[in-house]
């Protein structure tokens, strides 16, 4: 695997992190590092141990072996100093209903150790940088799921973390409002915060992460870049549809362009080829089609999903999993 | 220091709580307003003339007791609510002292407690509730029953902890106050009780709690009830507090 991490300059070191609930095996001896000022992901089906992993590196969940550092920290034996240079927002937006989204960063400055005038100006910064200024004094039960997540996320920057932990940020929320958030993300990176996120989306870790660790069952099962992994796990796939009377001469056109054999979909009658450079072989499929006087009636480039990713390196449909 | 102040904070979160949600509030100070007058003017005329001729007298310091224990329940079941909806992890994951959240929580309780028992008073007054033993007696009663539910309180996050979801607490709650509400004194003198309940009924906090505030108010009955209910409050205190730290500190 290409540019595996090493270990100076590391913020997070888990290493042989096992947590098992009765008989289940949560996780399984995992070893997770990343850097400094960069997104680290860990990607996961539903139980794949996504949350159980983030739960014991900040304080939550003790393992039942393994060791997890953090910025600096020995977790395990000193979970009190390891709490004051973390951040967390949890799986769901933990934010109470019956404060206002002003009360509940107030608050939790002052149990940060604030004084009250810190406390006050801490929140209305953090407010004016998450777009919560108009909604400031509302109970956040009036508030929307984006506005929540916002506001969660804002808890967990009040004390300004060394180290941000994020269990899928963005699961749940419109696109508009998930651009918003990786926006956010991005900005926290830029000034020096090491980001820990989970998500159950490639296309997530693909636009935020620096590096990402694929994990299943509770077993780590690949890591890198995620150029890497799209190259190595999944390939672009190009999928085409033409009228039965063109079906073998589109096939027989496309396969001499490309060199790379295209499959047919009998049920849909879907031409498919895969392939490492989606985008210009798309383009070239369409040149090549113009040529020979064939429409398409549909041409689309897919990126790999999860789905194809976890079909290639376990063998089973991330879907199934449970 | 900081432990203190930390407290401070998540009391002042829950007295939000309970007084911001409708659904808490109503339940706190209406319900026991309608036992109040229910069981006065149901059970008064019955039990009225073995209580002294006076009802409300006797009836009003048993309703107290019976708020507190049914006020109690709530500590519980709003501790499993922070729970299940992740507030508690948040909080665990903040550098604040371990008891902070705990300790806010039941002294939250005390405070609504204290607005739930000047309501009450209010309304045993129309009722015709007159204390005969001075305002030192009357204000030491009320100290001893707000006492008595913040250890009740404790008992309820124990519970809490250990039970986890909120309607499981709330079910598991009667279970465990209303023996302890009427197989004792609230309601009619425990000498009507056949033999063997009398012995539990003598004996079990709420009838000396009960006998305490009645005592302290009314002159009735006698005065070893008083330190009967302190000893019963520091007995709670010491095993519950212990009992319901340790369980927070092994949430997973
Ligand atoms: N407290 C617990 N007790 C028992 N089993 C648990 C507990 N917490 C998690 N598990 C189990 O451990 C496995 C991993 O759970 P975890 O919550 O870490 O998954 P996840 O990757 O976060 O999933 P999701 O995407 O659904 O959030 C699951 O099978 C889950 O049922
Ligand atoms: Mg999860």
Redesign the pocket.
Known sequence: MPDKITNDKLAINVQGVTKQ??T?K?LDTVDLKARQSKVTGLL????????????IMTTLLSPDDGRVMVDGVDVLADPSEARKRIGLAG?YAAVDDFLTGRETLYMVGRLYGMDSPQAKKRSQELLERLDLVDAADRQTKTYSGGMRRRLDLGASLVATPHVLFL??PTTGLDPRTRLQLWDIIRDLVKQGVTILL?T?YLEEADALCDYIYV?DH?KMIVEGTAESLKSSLGQDVIELRVSDAQLARAKEVIEQRLKTEVEVDDLTQRLRVRTTSGTDDLLAVAAELKKAKLTAEELSVHRPSLDDVFLAVTGHSAKETK | MSGVSNTLQIVNRNVKRNFRIPQLLIFSSIQPVVFLLLFNFVFGGAVGPESGGNYINFLLPGILAQTALFGAIQTGVGLAEDLNKGVVDRLRSLPIARYAVLAGRTIADSVRNVVVIAIMLAVGYLLGFRFQEGILYFLLAIGVIVLFAYAFSWVSATVGLLLRDSETVQVAGFLWVFPLVFASSVFVPVATMPSWLQVFANHQPVTEAVNAVRYLMQGMGSGDAVWHTLVWIAVLLTVFIPIAVWRYRKI?
């Not at chain 1, 996961?44 to 739960?55: E, M």
Request: hydrophobic share 30%.
């Open positions: 609930f009765g289940l949560a996961g089906p539903n139980g794949a141990g996504k949350s159980t992993l983030i739960k799986q269990d899928e989970t159950q994990v509770g | 997973q």
